[in-house]
């Protein structure tokens, strides 16, 4: 048995459970600190940037429903619900959902749900914003793709990252992308949300020690 | 975790870690489609050689929620020596292919013996008077949701009735107070334990002397086979002393509840009215049966196991 | 060593007797001990250097299966199996299918044992079909020798019965009548001790009270009727201080342990695995010492295996449907010197006193047990004291695998056993 992951997604698709420490061994490997990419006020633009861009691609914010999956995708769709509220007066509802029990590689390591799922509204008929923070090989959001049919048909499933970090294994593609970063397989892109995280808002890549 | 046979083989974090899961998978049972490809493509196999239709369906549901698929075997409660051993028919059934058992049977320790002949994860549904784990655990879940995370510290919970023979009394004393609840075992001499060495527990013979002081009051299903070996003069002596009758249940606590882990004997350990009562949380420890059952079998078969 | 030699000398052990220890060599010739002396010349060696040589051990209860169950044991497996425990007689017990309740069926068993390895005395019930109510023919069974009378597996509950079953035999010369003594009606549908581990395990249990009860009425009535009554398989501290008071009265009394009894403890239970499952059952802490102490004290005159085969199917079952029972012959000299005379409790000859001549007398066995001597039945054992062991249930003679010591390692092992002057058992390994 594989213990937890911790420091970081070393394998791939693993992009849901990352750990904060700076220095939290990945399987074997130290991790050091390679580049920061953002910081606080570069992710408050992208935030807002693509508040908007889901606003205009939707004709509007009626019918959005943001649903954030745990960790730190549902504090991204809280403050994404915030922006809206802010530049359009329109409060969209947030979810959040853990595809724990929808991943494809139950059985093959350690899982455990994050959190309840909770989605306050039928979402029957509406556009479902999907929310996560980094969008790697595409498993995570297929199984909050299958997760969230199970919850309702809605009209249109839409993805909102902030980072895309490219190396996809399915064909899943993301609607809104705060910055495209491209990556080694081997590195670790680490987001941190003062909500979720200790320190200053960010976006570093780490790779391994050689 | 490998199998699940005693609340021993959990502490209390484990029984904090399972109630957290049993959290998400109520959400499930909520839902207007109720299931999740948790466990699909594994097999959970009931066998239960004591009749109980209620916690044998419990499990089933469970397992299909998390589209696992299922076999149901029940044996009539065999006499030694008569039709197949358990051991051949556990073996049978692990070799079409199972990847957890759950067993109920008669005597102490049967799940103990199958899980040390197969490889597959077992479940004790009940093992004669020893333990019924399940149980303990949707009764602290169905507590915790009530009164929160941080409600068993000191609670003081009454388990009134036939504790001698119970597997369900067996679990929850333990479990209650692994999660740091004040438990106290209450009925006539001849149905408390023997012993209570070891038992994290203390015992009372006087039901109306301890009542105002509960919290809980947790009964027992009183059996009328008790009767036939001078354990209990009759059920009306047992109502009179140990019932919780109308007038008993007026005495209690305003916030106390009432639990009972049925089938209910209305009219002898509990009056029909009481059972029925606002203080009675006796229907939603009945729903979370699933809820809990899911959770123990994603944590057999889903939740840390690597595929072989 | 040439085939079933007529003469050889046993050289270089330690001979521990009833009249005490000595270094010598042990000569047998024509069945008997020929000579006992420094340095004999001249005859095939059975090599006893560093090992203890005493009188051939006297098992007073031995389940042997036949007739009946043979597929758990027989005679003839039975008997190897003790004689590499270093036995040279054993007691069957009357438990059988049919059961030993008459002549014809005593008869047979001593045909079947009279070629074994081992001496096979049979016992007789007590009542009719063990079943507490009508005497047993003791009169004839104890024509064709029978001298312990019992029930065994059964108590003979009924106090009037005992009584008249104490009276009857005390009209036949050294018949000794053996109790099972644990009153069903207290033992009930008992599976384990009744205490704390049986509280919490959740199995019904089988109180002290249910052996202390029949132990202090037999006493009573050994008492009133003068006839020596035997209590086999004692394993609690109030049956032990029955027997003490009793004896000190001088009522005839006497009373054997098993080697699981000061071994092992109710907590083995606890895996449910009915291995450890056995009538009377393991009991506390505090009544194996008690059991130890009544060894030392001389309360407890012998030690007896109660071995009981069972086979392997029977015991892959849960707890409460597996039967009773342990094996015990192979492993009884050792745990004897493991658990009591290594840590003082009784010394050497103390214990081979309670493995030989105290059970010999007992079961009016007089050609085992006793002093090793010129003239005497050869009837011997050589044990290595030092050497170690792993109880491996495969590798046991005994049919059955029923040990609750797999794996449990041992030290002091019999090297040789020699059955009226034929050696049975030759290093270990037994000749036929």
Redesign the interface.
């Known amino acids: 048995?594989?213990a937890p992951i911790a420091g970081g997604g070393d394998l791939p698709g693993d992009d849901h459970n990352r750990g904060t420490s700076p220095v939290a061994p990945s399987g074997g490997h130290l991790f050091s600190l390679r580049a920061k990419v953002f910081d606080a006020d570069d992710l408050r633009r992208a935030n807002t940037r693509i508040a908007h861009e889901i606003v205009e691609r939707n004709h509007g914010a009626t019918d959005v429903v943001l649903i954030g999956l745990y960790t730190r995708g549902v504090a991204i769709a809280r403050r994404l619900a915030e922006a809206i509220e802010r530049f359009e007066g329109v409060a969209v509802p947030v979810g959040s959902i853990?595809v724990?029990?929808?991943r494809d590689d139950?059985?093959?390591?350690?899982?455990?749900?994050l959190?309840?799922?909770?989605v306050p509204v039928d979402i029957t008929g509406r556009v479902v914003v999907l929310v996560d923070d980094v969008l790697f090989t595409g498993r995570t959001a297929r199984a909050a793709l299958?997760?969230v049919t199970?919850?309702?048909r809605p009209r249109a499933v839409q993805v909102a990252v902030l980072v895309d970090r490219g190396h996809r294994e399915l064909p899943i593609r993301a609607d809104f992308v705060g910055k495209n970063l491209p990556t080694k397989v081997a590195e670790d892109v680490r987001v941190r949300l003062h909500e979720v995280d200790d320190g200053d808002d960010g976006i570093e890549i780490w790779g391994p020690e050689t | 975790m490998n199998d699940l046979l005693s609340i021993d083989d959990l502490g209390a974090d484990g029984i904090g870690d399972l109630l957290d899961?049993s959290?998400?998978f109520v959400?499930?049972t909520r839902?207007?489609?109720p299931?999740?490809?948790?466990?699909r493509g594994k097999t959970v196999v009931t066998l239960f050689y004591e009749d109980s239709t209620r916690t044998r369906l419990s499990f089933e549901t469970a397992a299909k929620r998390?589209t696992a698929d299922t076999m149901s075997f029940t044996a009539p409660s065999s006499a030694v020596g008569k039709g197949e051993s358990l051991l051949d028919t556990v073996r049978t059934i692990e070799a079409m292919g199972v990847d957890a058992m759950v067993v109920r049977h008669r005597c102490a320790g049967a799940p103990h013996r199958v899980a040390s002949w197969i490889d597959a994860a077992v479940v004790n549904a009940g093992d004669g008077r020893h333990e019924h784990p399940t149980q303990a655990l949707l009764d602290l879940l169905t507590l915790r949701r009530r009164l929160g995370t941080d409600a068993f510290r000191g609670l003081r919970v009454g388990i009134v009735g036939d504790v001698r023979h119970s597997r369900v009394a067996r679990s929850g004393v333990k479990a209650f107070a692994a999660v740091g609840a004040d438990v106290t075992v209450v009925g006539p001499p001849t149905l408390l334990p023997e012993s209570l060495e070891g038992w994290p527990a203390r015992a009372a013979t006087d039901l109306d002397d301890i009542l105002p002081e509960l919290d809980v009051v947790y009964l027992l299903r009183i059996q009328r086979e008790r009767l036939g070996s001078a354990l209990l003069p009759s059920l009306r002596e047992y109502t009179s002393r140990y019932g919780l009758t109308a007038s008993r249940a007026a005495r209690l606590k305003p916030d106390t509840l009432i639990m009972h882990p049925g089938p209910m004997n209305r009219g002898v350990e509990i009056a029909a009215e009481v059972a029925d009562g606002p203080a009675s949380i006796i229907t939603e420890q009945v729903a979370n049966g699933v809820a809990v059952r899911m959770a123990v079998l994603?944590s057999l078969?889903?939740?840390?196991?690597?595929?072989a | 060593m040439p085939d079933r030699p007529d003469e050889f000398v046993i050289r270089g052990g330690r001979v521990v007797d009833a009249t005490g220890e000595r270094v010598a060599d042990v000569l047998v010739q024509g069945g008997v001990v020929a000579a006992v002396g420094r340095r004999v010349e001249g005859a095939p060696v059975l090599d006893a250097g560093g090992c203890i040589v005493v009188p051939g051990l006297v098992d007073l209860h031995a389940h042997l299966r036949e007739p009946g169950d043979e597929e758990a044991e027989t005679i003839e497996t039975g008997a190897r199996a003790a004689a590499l425990g270093g036995f040279t007689a054993v007691v069957a017990m009357p438990n059988t299918e049919p059961p030993l309740d008459d002549a014809a069926v005593v008869a047979s068993v001593l045909a079947a044992g009279r070629e074994a390895t081992c001496e096979v005395a049979s016992s007789g019930c007590i009542t009719k079909g063990r079943r507490g109510d009508e005497l047993a023919p003791m009169g004839e069974m104890h024509t064709l020798g029978v001298r312990i009378f019992t029930d065994d597996g059964a108590c003979v509950a009924h106090a009037g019965v005992m009584r008249r079953a104490l009276e009857y035999a005390r009209a036949l010369p050294g018949a000794v009548v053996a109790q099972h003594a644990e009153d069903p009606s207290l033992a009930g549908n008992g599976h384990m001790h009744e205490g704390s581990w049986s509280s919490r395990l959740g199995i019904p249990g089988r109180p002290e009270a249910a052996e202390a009860t029949v132990v202090a009425r037999d006493v009573l009535l050994a008492e009133l009727t003068g006839t020596p009554v035997h209590f086999l398989h004692v394993s609690t501290a109030a049956a032990v201080d029955l027997v003490r008071d009793a004896k000190g009265r001088g009522v005839p009394i006497t009373a054997e342990v098993a080697p699981h009894h000061f071994t092992l403890t109710d907590a083995e239970c606890r895996t449910f695995d009915p291995a450890f499952k056995v009538h009377p059952p393991l009991r506390t802490d505090a009544d194996v010492a008690s059991v130890k102490a009544g060894l030392a004290d001389g309360t407890i005159d012998a030690i007896a295996t109660d071995h009981a085969p069972h086979v392997p199917e029977a015991k892959e079952r849960p707890f409460e449907e597996a039967p009773p029972g342990m094996l015990g012959l192979e492993t009884a000299f050792a745990l004897t010197l493991g658990e009591l005379v290594e840590p003082g409790v009784l010394t050497l000859d103390e214990a081979v006193a309670c493995l030989s001549w105290q059970p010999a007398a007992i079961a009016g066995l007089h050609h085992h047990g006793g002093p090793v001597e010129p003239g005497r039945p050869a009837n011997l054992c050589v044990v290595d004291p030092a050497v170690r062991w792993e109880v491996d249930p495969s590798r046991l003679a005994s049919r059955s695998r029923n040990t609750p010591y797999a794996g449990r390692k041992l030290t002091g092992r019999v090297r040789h056993t020699i059955l009226r002057g034929e050696p049975v058992v030759v290093d270990g390994v037994a000749q036929r």
């Open positions: 048995m594989t853990d724990a029990f929808y139950i059985g093959l390591r350690r899982i455990q749900p959190g309840p799922t909770e299958e997760a199970d919850l309702g | 899961l959290d998400s959400e499930v839902r207007d489609i299931k999740i490809p948790a466990l998390l994603w078969l889903g939740s840390g196991g690597l595929v």
